[in-house]
């Protein structure tokens, strides 16, 4: 047969999973236990912990979308990381790239406190650079691309390339780009990471994350650990997800459409310093002229809510150096572009002319306001 697409997978996730009732949309198995016919015998579930049919759809369809052999939907993004992370030990090294998520930033940071794995960041320009960051002990390179907030993209099969060179497994955060904009593992990465409650899911209504791994031997070692830990997704987060997985592919295309405009419109206004928008996707980052913009601009906005997250249908506006960035010191983040002039944006599904409308109202009302520009 031929394979089938990936908009195909989506839309079909859970249908043809219960052939008793024959329902089309995939039951929620909320039963923690099951029923075992005789000593060694199962239905392949025990306990929900290990293995939950509601939540095996989902990772079915997540591995498939990401080109990987194996899947783990677990509570958050953020418990995703950790799990992967389960894979070092004390006098580990990681390498990472310093414009990455603020939480993950700060895992981090406690991770070296407490249990003395070390990490070092890399400015995302030069792979010489990367190169003097080598360590015997280092092992594994972390990433994100596009970089979050500044929105530069990485080379994936150059960093793979060095990342097999060194012996490094290379681990993506892939949120911001979803499978359908970038599939890491096919450029040759091992990890991929999802905070699935951005893109994903896409509704601004379910926490959840999400581990996709290439080779059969980390799954497995994901697989005992994920058991034994138990940050698994809950049933009802599972569907949830699904639900907004069967859309992924149309409120992507509707994402990028709308954020291309608005990047368009924002490039040609005057109270715009500069546009950070690697053209593709649904987010947009840009420095406003003068910092004391921003206050204004935000309670004048009537279409993007301010607020801290990302890629649900709802455009949003954040202000990353007290939101999504305030774990990084000042210091450190004006030292790489991160200032406080920068705002992001999260372009939603609405009418894009609404929310060009909505921004053109916003500058305006500020310039007079404060009486810059
Ligand atoms: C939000 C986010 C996370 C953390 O995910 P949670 O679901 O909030 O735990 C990790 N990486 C990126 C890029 C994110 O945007």
Same mark, same amino acid.
């Given at each position: 047969?031929?394979?089938l697409?990936?908009e195909?997978? =989506?839309?079909?996730?859970?249908?043809k999973?219960c052939?008793?009732?024959?329902?089309?949309?995939?039951p929620?198995y909320?039963?923690t236990a099951?029923?075992?016919?005789?000593?060694?015998?199962?239905?392949?579930?025990?306990?929900?912990?290990?293995g939950?049919?509601?939540?095996?759809?989902?990772?079915? +369809?997540?591995? *498939?979308?990401?080109?990987?052999?194996?899947?783990?939907?677990?509570?958050s993004g953020?418990?995703a990381?950790q799990?992967?992370?389960?894979k070092f030990?004390?006098g580990?090294?990681?390498?990472?790239?310093?414009d990455?998520?603020?939480?993950?930033?700060?895992?981090?940071?406690?991770?070296?406190?407490?249990?003395?794995?070390?990490?070092?960041y890399?400015?995302g320009?030069?792979?010489?650079?990367?190169?003097?960051?080598?360590?015997?002990e280092?092992?594994?390179? !972390?990433?994100?691309?596009?970089?979050?907030?500044?929105?530069?993209?990485?080379?994936?099969?150059?960093?793979?390339? !060095?990342?097999?060179?060194?012996?490094?497994l290379?681990?993506? %955060? $892939?949120?911001?780009y979803t499978?359908?904009?970038?599939?890491?593992?096919?450029?040759?990465? %091992?990890?991929?990471?999802h905070?699935?409650?951005?893109?994903?899911?896409?509704?601004?209504?379910?926490?959840?994350?999400a =581990?996709? =791994?290439?080779?059969?031997?980390?799954a497995?070692?994901?697989e005992?650990?994920?058991?034994a830990?138990?940050?698994?997704?809950a049933?009802? %987060?599972?569907?949830?997800?699904?639900?907004?997985?069967?859309?992924l592919y149309?409120?992507m295309k509707q994402?990028?459409? $709308?954020?291309?405009?608005?990047?368009?419109?924002?490039?040609?206004?005057?109270?715009?310093?500069?546009?950070?928008?690697p053209g593709?996707?649904?987010?947009?980052?840009?420095?406003?002229?003068?910092?004391?913009? =921003?206050?204004?601009?935000?309670r004048?906005?009537?279409?993007?809510?301010f607020?801290e997250?990302?890629?649900g249908?709802?455009?949003?506006?954040?202000?990353?150096?007290?939101?999504?960035?305030? %774990?990084?010191?000042?210091?450190?983040?004006d030292?790489y572009?991160?200032? $406080?002039?920068?705002?992001?944006?999260s372009?939603g599904?609405?009418?894009?002319?609404d929310?060009i409308?909505?921004?053109?109202?916003g500058?305006?009302k *500020?310039? +007079?306001?404060?009486?810059?520009g």
């Open positions: 047969m031929v394979r697409k990936r195909t997978i =989506v839309a079909q996730i859970g249908n999973k052939e008793k009732t024959g329902a089309v949309n995939m929620i909320l039963s099951y029923r075992h016919e005789d000593i060694g015998r199962s239905t392949g579930f025990d306990y929900t912990r290990t939950n049919p509601t939540r095996d759809a989902l990772q079915e +369809a997540l591995a *498939v979308l990401e080109d990987g052999y194996q899947a783990f939907a677990t509570s953020m418990s990381i799990l992967v992370f389960e030990q004390t580990d090294h990681i390498i990472s790239i310093q990455i998520y603020g939480g993950s930033f700060r895992l981090f940071q406690q991770m070296e406190a407490k249990y003395q794995i070390a990490f070092s890399w400015d320009n030069v792979i010489d650079d990367l190169t003097e960051l080598i360590r015997p280092s092992k594994a390179l !972390f990433i994100e691309t596009p970089s979050n907030p500044l929105m530069r993209e990485l080379n994936l099969a150059e960093l793979a390339q !060095f990342a097999k060179e060194h012996r490094l290379f681990i993506v %955060d $892939n949120t911001f499978p359908v904009f970038q599939r890491p593992l096919a450029q040759g990465a %091992d990890i991929v990471i905070s699935a409650t951005k893109y994903l899911g896409g509704h601004n209504d379910v926490l959840a994350g =581990v996709i =791994v290439k080779d059969p031997s980390l497995a070692f994901y005992e650990t994920l058991n830990i138990g940050c698994v997704l049933p009802f %987060d599972c569907w949830l997800l699904i639900r907004g997985l069967k859309t149309l409120r994402h990028q459409e $709308n954020a291309q405009a608005v990047a368009a419109f924002l490039e040609g206004h005057p109270l715009v310093q500069q546009v950070l928008y593709k996707g649904g987010m947009i980052s840009f420095y406003i002229q003068d910092e004391r913009l =921003v206050s204004p601009l935000l004048t906005l009537k279409l993007f809510t607020a997250s990302l890629g249908v709802e455009s949003l506006i954040t202000y990353p150096a007290t939101q999504t960035h305030a %774990d990084i010191p000042k210091k450190v983040r030292s572009g991160l200032t $406080n002039q920068l705002v992001r944006l372009v599904i609405e009418a894009k002319q929310l409308n909505d921004l053109s109202q500058f305006s *500020v310039e +007079a306001e404060v009486g810059i």
